[in-house]
């Protein structure tokens, strides 16, 4: 018998959902999600096309103790929907961390994306003194998003896009907390 490790991540209460530590039984739902070159283009870090096994080694490394990154699935279950997107906290120097997320297409322009910021920066999970994030500029709904939430703008730049091969030009934010 195969056991699934239990993380210890919080679960952070949002009022639409809940914000949980992915499990196994998310994997066919995450990847039908992050296999969608819309999803895939507005990340850094997904593939597409998606190759056999990626997000399964995601979910893995997602409940590793040892792991940089805290990975949150937006849980709707009470709605019958039970994976609608994923937020994230990469761990940085000087008590700071790198906010991420994705919501599926199903769900774009829902509101879903800003209630899963504010719960994590209210829950501040990792006692944070900042979070930064950024969003490629093709992307003005994702930078609302963190200004919504109280980021500031802080610059441009740019990121490697594994979906498109190609250095994307970013806008920068952080959020000072506390």
Known sequence: MKQETISDQP??????????PPRR???GLLTLYAADRRVAEGARSIPHPMPPGTVEGYVVRAQAPDRREDVWVMDGGTQGHDVLGVISLTRMDRNQAQLGYWVAPAFWNTGIASEAVRALVEANPLGNAQLFAEVFQDNPASARVLTNAGFEYIGDAEAHSLARNANVPTW???????
């Open 25 to 27: 039984g998310d994997i």
């Open 172 to 178: 920068t934010y952080i959020r000072k907390m506390g």
């Open 11 to 20: 679960v952070i209460e949002a009022a639409r959902f809940v914000l949980r």
